[in-house]
């Protein structure tokens, strides 16, 4: 009897586990963008709030992807910890997100607001589509038509996923038009504060208030290398988009450059060698 109810229950377990597989599979993945860990200080001078419920990472992005389904296009957000110690419906606390897309040149709404502070996008790159992350059902969608902001509630939800560290955005499919491979994104990270401006947390006294100085964003997707790297972005004040495809080109692009500094420091030695021997 025992036996046959141990069959049974693996029979189930083995039935949702190819049911999970078969409705993972249909998602298609249309972007993926890395970004570097532990650069989670903003524009190199941002501090954590000192309570204890503030663990190392929580708002230090690692990866962003965009994938969809028949139903569902699916922002993720994954980072380097997540923790609910308040107990979120949504599975997560701490983490108030950001991403602004622009799809057309010259064209958009150019002022990223967190909070009191105003970023803004780099010049002819502005936003059609905003994408406001918080928990407690504050998320929201933001469409730009021309000057015109529709705001969307429905068919906005999010929810952590503990085991993978990462926050998961869903937004009806018809909410936005069909994902171009040439929009770019702005993707930013701070603390959520729920009676705060914007539900962003700001800097101030006590163990609750951001810590250090300058805009409460701590992390931004964005290049480690270059003039666009997220310390000088933030601390100037304007962002400029991350394209896909685009990041990942840069370590090759390094590493060709390196293996062309080896091929030419060859040539010039053999060059230089040739030349005292004939002498």
Not at 126 to 132: D, E, I, N, P, Q
Request: overall charge negative.
């Amino acid at each position: 009897m025992v036996k046959k109810a141990a069959t049974g229950l693996c029979l189930i377990l083995l039935l949702g586990l190819i049911i999970s597989i078969s409705v993972w599979a249909q998602e298609k993945t249309l972007v993926r963008l890395g970004d570097a860990r532990g650069d989670d200080v903003g524009g190199g001078a941002l501090l954590y709030p000192q309570h204890l419920v503030y663990v190392p990472g929580l708002f230090d992005l690692t990866q962003f992807q965009l994938s969809e389904d028949d139903s569902y296009l699916y922002f993720d957000f994954q980072l380097a910890a997540l923790t609910n110690p308040f107990g979120a419906p949504e599975g997560y606390f701490h983490q108030r997100l950001e991403v602004c897309i622009t799809a057309e040149a010259d064209t958009g709404h150019t002022e990223i607001p967190i909070g009191p502070y105003i970023l803004h996008t780099s010049p002819g790159l502005g936003w059609h589509y905003r994408l406001s992350v918080a928990p407690f059902d504050e998320s929201r969608l933001y469409v730009a038509d021309g000057q015109v902001v529709r705001v969307f509630s429905d068919g906005v939800h999010s929810r952590g996923l503990p085991e993978q560290e990462t926050i998961r955005v869903q937004v009806q499919r018809e909410l936005l038009p069909q994902v171009d491979p040439t929009w770019g994104y702005y993707v930013l990270v701070g603390s959520f504060d729920g009676l705060a401006e914007g539900f962003w947390r700001d800097l101030g006294e006590g163990l609750w208030q951001v810590g250090g100085e300058g805009v409460p964003v701590f992390d931004l997707l964005a290049p480690r290398l270059g003039g666009r790297t997220q310390k000088r972005q933030l601390r100037e004040g304007v962002l400029f988009p991350v394209y896909p495809g685009r990041m990942k080109s840069v370590p090759y692009l390094l590493g060709a450059f390196g293996i062309g500094m080896v091929i030419v420091s060859v040539f010039l030695w053999r060059w230089r060698h040739d030349r005292t021997y004939d002498g």
